[in-house]
């Protein structure tokens, strides 16, 4: 079995002990049970990339804490270089990311499921099923490792890449967020305050994951990933901490801390600060975008 509990992976990263499993059939990857490591990067959802992808056929629990069968069912396991939580159960790519992947003119997307110890960042770990739909898996006719483009989005139903649009991004007492002070300098907070038409409460979605108002991204001061975390204008840099998903429930998730865009104190008074908080369904993180 690929995966394992999180107390034996605990316990396992304490003795830095790596062990190799085994493999499957031809072009299913080794399996290894390995100390996690801490990830250098967020989820950087729309970005596409080029890399080789295996896959395997393993049945348990995968990553995501989740049973899993990859001979049947379609699903992706990624380098653990993208996991950014010590418990992989409460990972953000285990709430409603996939991976979509495009081979020799096909494309398939599948969920996040599972992590893949030996993948480097760009390697993904199709599951059999998947994998199948893009090429054989007979080891009579293909050494079971293909060269694809793919890129990590939103599930369906676990919401979408905002994109496309230009307008008002409005929340509590249908006040609207803004730079404060209409300033677009570097580090300006984003804040609410009654919607007057300026130019920095006009919010351009691209479909990059981004959000943008005066050429700057709305941004988590140094990419923090803890309740309380300053919201705020930043030079686009492409990192994970200017990633956005709008979901159904009319939240704007940052995928990186797994946090949603929130107003500080529940209130709806002008000039009210935003930040990032644990996801918790009221009024103070919920958003109508532009269409």
């Known amino acids: 079995m690929r995966r394992v509990t999180t107390a034996v992976l605990a316990v396992l990263a304490t003795l830095a002990i790596t062990l190799t499993l085994g493999v499957g059939p031809a072009g299913a990857t080794a399996d290894r ?9 967020g989820i950087p959802i729309g970005q596409n990339m080029t890399g080789k992808a295996t896959y395997y056929n393993d049945a348990g629990y995968g990553a995501c804490g989740s049973q899993i069968d990859a001979a049947r069912e379609n699903l992706v ?26 081979y020799n003119g096909k494309t398939i997307t599948v969920p996040v499921k599972d992590q893949c110890p030996s993948c480097d960042a760009t ?30 989005v939103s599930s369906n139903g676990g919401g979408t890449t905002p994109g496309g649009a230009t307008g008002q991004i409005t929340g509590l007492a249908g006040k609207c967020i803004g730079a404060a002070g209409g300033n677009s300098a570097n580090g300006t907070a984003v804040d609410l305050y009654a919607c007057v038409g300026s130019a920095t409460q006009q919010w351009t979605l691209p479909g990059d994951a981004t959000i943008r108002t005066a050429g700057k991204c709305m941004d988590v001061a140094g990419a923090g990933t803890t309740n309380g975390a300053k919201v705020q204008l930043y030079d686009c840099n492409g990192t ?43 009024a103070n993180q919920k958003w109508s975008i532009p269409a």
């Open 123 to 152: 390697h993904i770990d199709l599951s059999q099923a998947a994998f199948a739909q893009l090429a054989s898996t007979d080891p009579a006719t293909t050494p079971g490792v293909i060269n694809v483009s793919w890129k990590f």
């Open 77 to 102: 396991a990624v380098s653990r270089q993208w996991w950014t939580t010590a418990n992989p159960n409460n990972d953000p790519l285990c709430s409603g990311i996939s991976v979509q992947v495009t």
């Open 240 to 282: 994970a901490a200017q990633q956005w998903v709008y979901t159904s429930g009319r939240d704007l998730v940052n995928p990186n801390s797994n946090k949603c865009l929130d107003l500080t104190g529940n209130s709806s008074a002008d000039f009210t600060k935003a930040q990032i908080w644990t996801c918790t369904g009221a």
């Open 33 to 41: 049970l390995v100390a996690p490591a801490v990830a250098a990067a």
